[in-house]
């Protein structure tokens, strides 16, 4: 570790690695009902779990990325944060509004809106903290040395903040709500992470593979403008059946269908990179991580999400089990695998050890990957079967949600081995490997 500031990325990789624990046990628990619908039905009721468990995938997902600039930005601007102070004051405003936005949650205290259920104080308290991230990487950037990375990371971040403002538009028309929902919904997930998430991979290229800083901010510029390009007019497959005019069934269709270019530059990139590298880099499980995001981002949200997206497909598709499908991996792919590679790759750093515990790790990648690839396989034969029983043939909607419970089950199979992979993820990242000792000498008597 060069800077000493970046110790702040130390705690905000923490809470993140405890909110990952909480939301895929939440994802557990919101399977098992799935399957054993009365589960808890009193004092957790279906809804209340499934939020806590999109709401704190949401918030750890974007303390890995604080974390994540808070590590990278001192050594790509070459000096130290601006106020790690301030870093620690936006953590505990994020921690306590994530806290008290579940217990919220637990006593029916929300907004409703799905993925934006988090009560005013708490969307204001989460403002807060974004200006204070924004001002203090912002002033790190602009004292320092100035990158593609941090140019590109910094576009990213502004762009979270500033389209999370639509949050706290609640306009009541629904056709309008909707119109602007997916405006925090999709171009997040679709279009400024996306360059959060670029510009994270590019920073460990460089580390791991010791490739020219210059070729990497050529593939860098090709990543974003595809990203942008496609992200921001792919909104439009959102629009076709909530009363926007019929028009946005092309433009969705013809955009959205591009997005699975920007995933397919990312592989190219990483793959690319590690075949140009000339540094034998020690930590192999960051770089399986870094590959292993690029590859599982390409099929969850370029691939899965290209199956449905056409106006013609989506017709039948939309709101089964092929969007749950699509959503899953394209998470995991995208952002938690990004995520878990920027921690592998920085915690020996932060807690100033050698890579260790990296068979765990790998093994880690390994469980919750294949975990992740048969509960997608598993949700979207669900959903070519759901969608035949009830959008073709006409049957009822629980009439077919009986016939899927084999699905059921064997996604919440799935989600057990998920589970495991990340708690041994946890283990392997945070818990230092016991060295065996030899040659111990003992110490002469008093």
Not at 94 to 103: D, F, Q, R
Not at 283 to 297: I, R
Not at 319 to 330: C, F, I, K, R, W
Request: glycine fraction near 8%; charge should be neutral; include cysteine.
């Amino acid at each position: 570790m060069k800077y000493q500031s970046q110790k702040v990325a130390l705690a905000y990789f923490a809470c993140a690695m405890a909110l990952f624990a909480a939301q895929v046990l939440f994802g557990l628990l919101v399977g098992y009902i799935y399957v054993a619908p009365n589960f808890l039905a009193e004092l957790v009721p279906f809804n209340v779990a499934r939020m806590i468990h999109t709401n704190a995938l949401i918030v750890w997902l974007l303390l890995g990325f604080f974390g994540a600039s808070y590590y990278l930005i001192p050594e790509e601007t070459e000096r130290e944060l601006h106020s790690p102070k301030l870093a620690y004051i936006q953590l505990i405003l994020l921690m306590v509004g994530a806290s008290g936005a579940v217990v919220g949650y637990l006593f029916g205290i929300h907004e409703g809106r799905e993925f934006l259920e988090q009560p005013l104080w708490v969307k204001l308290g989460i403002i807060v903290a974004a200006l204070i991230f924004l001002y203090n990487v912002s002033m790190t950037v602009l004292q320092g040395r100035k990158t593609v990375i941090t140019n590109v990371l910094l576009l990213g971040l502004w762009g979270i903040a500033l389209f999370f403002l639509f949050a706290l538009y609640n306009p009541a028309n629904l056709t309008v709500d909707k119109i602007y929902w997916w405006y925090v919904v999709h171009i997040w997930v679709e279009g400024v992470w996306e360059l959060v998430m670029a510009s994270v991979l590019a920073f460990m290229m460089l580390k791991l593979t010791g490739v020219d800083r210059e070729v990497v901010d050529k593939w860098l510029y090709v990543i974003v403008a595809l990203a942008l390009f496609t992200g921001l007019l792919g909104t439009g497959h959102h629009y076709y059946w909530i009363g926007t005019p019929g028009y946005w069934q092309w433009i969705g269709s013809v955009f959205s269908a591009l997005e699975i270019l920007p995933f397919f530059a990312m592989v190219m990139f990483t793959f690319i990179m590690v075949w140009k590298g000339r540094r034998e880099h020690p930590n192999k499980a960051a770089l399986l991580w870094a590959l292993g995001c690029s590859v599982l981002a390409f099929f969850g949200a370029g691939v899965w999400g290209f199956m449905h997206t056409l106006a013609p497909m989506n017709y039948y598709t939309h709101g089964t089990q092929v969007t749950a499908a699509h959503g899953h991996l394209a998470f995991f792919g995208a952002y938690v695998s990004m995520n878990l590679a920027i921690i592998t790759y920085a915690m020996p750093y932060l807690l100033g050890r050698k890579p260790y515990n990296q068979v765990l790790n790998m093994a880690s990648f390994w469980l919750m990957s294949s975990g992740m690839a048969f509960m997608t396989f598993t949700l979207t034969f669900a959903g070519v079967v759901q969608t035949h029983l009830q959008r073709v043939l006409g049957q009822g909607y629980m009439d077919v949600q009986d016939q899927l419970a084999l699905f059921y089950w064997m996604r919440l199979g799935s989600g057990v081995v998920v589970v495991l992979g990340a708690l041994l993820f946890i283990y392997a990242t945070f818990v230092p490997r016991r060295e065996v000792i030899t040659n111990v000498v003992s110490a002469p008597a008093e």
